[in-house]
């Protein structure tokens, strides 16, 4: 501990000026209301985080501007306070973050959520390592809140008493994640990408229903390894079924790898003391040349929009944000460029509103995710398409084909205007 800071919570924020928040599902909520009581005048400090699970007054001070808030990956609850600018959205590849942490936050205080201590005496990050051993480096201060109802996890994720300038207790429940329930379309889409991925393959996936379905349509699959930045509820299950045992992966053997997870009560409960799976610093799990040394390493991803040359936007409607770069170009390049890996975009034509999801351009202001010199598979509802080492207008053929029925001649259109070779 700091010796010129006294062991008062309250004095401690109030003398900081830089804070680095844990996030979802392991925000600290009692820190953060804290954070929100002190907030106005005299007290202005930045706020940095991923997605967090704020609580309300918290979320008032953001809108109010009583806080600086910063966010590097938005999630759901965040997205009102990006667009009435009360919280400023930082867009960083998320294998990026601990360096941008260490480099150009440099936060003065970092409050980490903890599980209890073990019979040995070590707290760990709970389902959330991520860039937090970086950021708890990084400062003079760490606040540790201890959460008797966070799961313990293994990995690169075990903090000592020592580590922490001050602890306090609180016995939140952990939050759930839980997707809409999945329709007909989601679950067809799954079983396509389950037709693209072979026996031994190690897997990633995004968070929701077209990924959850992708996931678990594998659970006839055999020897399947797990190496991903989020471990969701569709990995729990398949982890349960049987057809992940991390025998054939190159490395990390015997072992699922991942560096957060979120979900359901019952995801927590699988993740509690449970070795199987190791949950390690974003850096690691998401670095590219760590990727690709895998054996048939297969990503699956999704996204907001795909134009019909290829180009991924899983970030913006138009300039509005709703996510955030995250490591889907981390996981798509490493599954390329590993022997016998895929790359698979996973998406419905059409949102749940009958919003085309296969665009002729993407919209202004959007963010190019994942451009279109690394987009291999491509899955809809309606089939499945390989872009990879295909012209432009080859690449608008087969984009068309998998759209929506009704929005082909929209397409079609456009592609002969635009195209001068489209035929």
């Not at 590219?288 to 390493?297: E, G, L, Q």
């Not at 996973?346 to 949102?351: E, H, I, K």
């Amino acid at each position: 501990m700091d010796p010129r800071y006294s062991d008062d919570l309250t004095e401690i924020l109030k003398k900081a000026k830089r804070i680095y928040i844990h996030g979802a599902p392991c925000t600290p909520i009692s820190v953060l209301e804290k954070i929100a009581s002190l907030s106005g005048e005299g007290f202005c400090p930045d706020i940095y985080h991923i997605e967090i699970s704020p609580p309300e007054d918290y979320l008032k001070a953001v809108e109010e501007k009583r806080v600086r808030d910063h966010s590097l990956f938005v999630g759901q609850n965040m997205r009102k306070a990006v667009a009435s600018g009360g919280t400023e959205y930082m867009p960083v590849f998320l294998s990026e973050i601990p360096w941008m942490i260490r480099n150009v936050i440099k936060p003065d205080l970092t409050v980490v959520g903890l599980s209890p201590e073990d019979s040995k005496g070590y707290h760990s990050l709970g389902p959330n390592v991520l860039e937090m051993r970086s950021a708890m480096e990084s400062a003079r201060i760490v606040v540790g809140e201890i959460n008797r109802r966070m799961p313990r996890t293994f990995g690169n994720n075990l903090v000592r008493k020592s580590d922490l300038s001050i602890s306090i207790e609180n016995d939140s429940d952990m939050p759930e994640y839980l997707p809409k329930k999945a329709d007909k379309v989601d679950r067809e889409i799954g079983e396509r990408v389950s037709e693209l991925v072979e026996n031994g393959a190690t897997i990633q996936a995004g968070i929701g229903n077209v990924s959850d379905c992708a996931i678990e349509s594998l659970e006839a699959h055999q020897n399947l390894g797990i190496h991903t930045e989020l471990f969701s509820n569709g990995m729990y299950r398949l982890s349960e079924s049987g057809a992940v045992n991390n025998s054939l992966k190159s490395i990390d053997r015997g072992r699922s790898v991942a560096t957060f997870a979120k979900g359901s009560s019952e995801l927590y409960r699988f993740l509690n003391d449970n070795p199987s799976i190791l949950f390690m610093d974003v850096d690691y799990t998401n670095d590219t040349s760590v990727i690709r040394r895998n054996y048939r390493m297969t990503s699956i991803n999704t996204c907001l929009s795909m134009d019909i040359t290829g180009q991924v936007n899983a970030e913006s409607v138009g300039p509005r944000i709703i996510s955030g770069v995250g490591g889907q170009m981390d996981f798509v390049r490493g599954a390329s460029l590993s022997q016998g890996g895929k790359s698979i975009f996973a998406l419905r034509s059409r949102t749940e509103k009958g919003i085309p999801k296969i665009v002729p351009f993407l919209e202004p202001g959007s963010g190019v995710t994942t451009t279109r010199n690394h987009v291999q598979y491509v899955v809809t509802e309606n089939g499945a398409v390989n872009l990879h080492g295909l012209s432009i207008r080859e690449r608008a053929k087969a984009l068309i084909s998998i759209a929506h029925p009704d929005d082909r001649d929209r397409l079609e259109k456009y592609a002969r205007e635009s195209m001068p070779s489209y035929i």
